[in-house]
Nanobody, 123 residues
Framework: QVQLVESGGGSVQAGGSLRLSCTAP????????MAWFRQAPGKEREGLAA?????ATTYADSVKGRFTISKDNANLYLQMNSLKPEDTAMYYC???????????????????WGQGTQVTVSS
């Protein structure tokens, strides 16, 4: 069982920045397909950014140019710049562990999820 733990959420004013982190104790993050998602109240879960073991990345149009996904052996990161009030949501990291997988923004591509970290952006 893979446990994913997010951190780094908080409250920030519009235009500010935050960096989210996700770790999986006992596992090497860089070995897996990983992604960041978010879900705001009353809205569907949205894939934001994803990365694979060879470093390929993909981004949702809503965050392209503002958010950057990266990872090292122990952590997955999401650097979020130029934050907007509409970025307010619970943010989740996700992992694909096991055979198969690709760099994807679809929730069904991942089989492990963290508990989430809240990001609130005020105007």
């Amino acid at each position: 069982q893979v446990q994913l733990v997010e951190s780094g959420g908080g409250s920030v004013q519009a235009g500010g920045s935050l960096r989210l982190s996700c770790t999986a104790p006992g596992y090497t993050i860089s070995d897996y397909y990983m992604a960041w998602f978010r879900q705001a109240p009353g809205k569907e879960r949205e894939g934001l950014a994803a990365t694979g073991s060879l470093g390929a990345t993909t981004y949702a149009d809503s965050v392209k140019g503002r958010f950057t996904i990266s990872k090292d052996n122990a952590n997955l990161y999401l650097q979020m710049n130029s934050l907007k009030p509409e970025d307010t949501a619970m943010y989740y990291c996700a992992a694909r562990v096991g055979p198969g997988g690709w760099v994807s923004l679809r929730a069904s591509s991942y089989n492990y999820w963290g508990q989430g970290t809240q990001v609130t952006v005020s105007s």
